[in-house]
């Protein structure tokens, strides 16, 4: 429980620094600002490693198409939160839009161009969802969503929202689902972390243009080769 402590409170620490000595990334090209947010990721997982011993491992990453594609992520922790985005080249996140309210945390979260989803507003908000979407996959980069909308335990039957079956059928893109077991490390709500290793596996992507197993339609090829880990 100390080492938990001490990494939560090295954890705030180490962000606060990166925001106030970051802060002129705000008005850098976003590939900069994304470069930093990396390396900010990469030092709270080192944190993670020196401090509580916990590690992580991921497998499959030879199965990745080349961008753009969507990524479907399951959700058990804040971990994944931060440490799925050094995986990936330019990923885009689905968001709550309060988060793009809260004083830097949202002029931030706007300079990576993440993803805004209004909860309130369904129709409107699907549709900017949707709309903002697709100008990030047409920029090249991925898009990344946790299907169940929030923090999962591990062994919780699924509970998937519409947002993800919406976005795979606008995006017309391969959908790279993601399985990992954060939240037996890092549980929800919780300040303890428990050594060990979190397990990130990829799956096998899914190609644009399947439909439910009762649909006379068939899944298209991937028009994209895999790309190299």
Same mark, same amino acid.
């Given at each position: 429980?100390?080492?938990? !402590? ?44 020196? !401090? ?18 969507? !990524? ?29 309210? !809260? ?127």
């Amino acid at each position: 429980m100390v080492r938990s !402590i001490v990494f939560g409170i090295l954890f705030y620490v180490t962000t606060a620094l990166f925001v106030t000595v970051g802060f002129p990334f705000l008005f850098t090209p976003r590939k900069w600002s994304m470069a930093a947010l990396k390396v900010h990721a990469r030092t709270e997982l080192w944190l993670l490693k020196t !401090i509580v011993g916990l590690d992580y491992e991921v497998r499959g990453l030879e199965k990745l198409p080349e961008p753009p594609f969507l !990524i479907a992520s399951k959700h058990q922790s804040a971990w994944e939160t931060f440490a799925l985005i050094p995986l990936f080249r330019d990923p885009a996140l689905l968001m709550k839009r309060e988060l793009f309210w !809260i004083p830097v945390h949202g002029w931030f979260s706007s300079k990576f161009q993440m993803i805004p989803v209004d909860r309130d507003q369904r129709t409107r908000g699907v549709r900017t969802m949707l709309r903002h979407a697709k100008d990030r996959a047409a920029q090249g980069r991925e898009i990344l969503i946790f299907p169940e909308g929030t923090r999962r335990p591990p062994g919780a039957p699924p509970a998937y929202k519409t947002g993800i079956a919406l976005l795979y059928n606008a995006l017309d893109l391969p959908c790279v689902p993601i399985a990992l077991n954060s939240g037996m490390f890092w549980a929800r709500r919780s300040w303890r972390r428990k050594p060990g290793t979190v397990i990130v596996e990829i799956l096998d992507p899914i190609p644009p243009g399947c439909r439910r197993p009762n649909s006379s339609a068939v899944c298209k090829r991937p028009s994209r080769p895999p790309r190299t880990a």
